[in-house]
Structure formats: structure tokens, C-alpha cells
């Protein structure tokens, strides 16, 4: 089984930036995939960001790209999420995911085997 805490969330000026991190314990992640996903007020949780654990493979959704960069440290068992320009539309609770292989489909909830508690992240306009 695997665990996953996060945190770094918080409140944050238009345009400013914040880094969150994903701490993994329990099982080995092996061949799988972490992602980060979110989950606005009233609205289902959507797809953020990705990475492979071995090779560091990245997958971007459209509304972030450029402005988010997800990386990990396979030492500490971490995935980070570095968010730039953040904006009033990124307001919303952020989840870390994990699945356990790397084949299929990836972007949505039920591709994921493992979650996290989440982390609030406010944007003020």
C-alpha cells in the first residue's frame, strides 16, 4: 500500500508562485506514475500535471503548461509541483495521485490507484 501527504499549500497574489510537494511512503513506486490533479469549488477534480517515476517522463494539462513544472526526487520519495503565474482559476484543493504502472490511460481520477489528503491553494486577484 502507499501513502500520500502533500503539502505547501496556501494563499497566494495573482501572479505569484508556490511549490507543493508529494511525499510517498509505504511500497516502492516502481514502474507507476504520479500526477498531480485539483479540484475547483463545485467541480469535478481535473488533470494537472504528471510524471513517470523511473524515466521522468512529463505531461502537461493546457491551462498550466508553462506556468506549472512537476519534477520528482526518487531519494526522498517526492513529487514537487512549482507553480508560476498562478492565477484566481487555480484556486482550488490540489491532490496527489499515484498508479501503479505506467501503460493505459492517465488522465483521469480513475486512472489512479493511490491519493492524498490535498492542499488548499488560494489565488487572490
Known amino acids: 500500500q502507499v501513502q500520500l501527504v502533500e503539502s505547501g499549500g496556501g494563499l497566494v497574489q495573482a501572479g505569484g508562485s508556490l511549490r507543493l510537494s508529494c511525499t510517498a511512503s509505504?511500497?516502492?513506486?516502481?514502474?507507476?506514475?504520479m500526477a498531480w490533479f485539483r479540484r475547483a469549488p463545485g467541480k469535478e477534480r481535473e488533470f494537472v500535471a504528471s510524471?513517470?517515476?523511473?524515466?521522468?517522463?512529463?505531461y502537461y494539462a493546457d491551462s498550466v503548461k508553462g506556468r506549472f513544472t512537476i519534477t520528482r526526487n526518487n531519494a526522498k520519495n517526492t513529487v514537487y509541483l512549482q507553480m508560476g503565474s498562478l492565477k484566481p482559476e487555480d484556486t482550488a484543493v490540489y491532490y496527489c495521485a499515484a498508479r501503479r504502472t505506467v501503460i493505459g490511460a492517465f488522465l483521469t481520477e480513475r486512472d489512479y490507484d493511490y491519493w492524498g489528503q490535498g492542499t488548499q491553494v488560494t489565488v487572490l486577484s
Open positions: 509505504g511500497r516502492t513506486p516502481g514502474n507507476s506514475i
Open positions: 510524471i513517470t517515476w523511473t524515466g521522468g517522463n512529463t
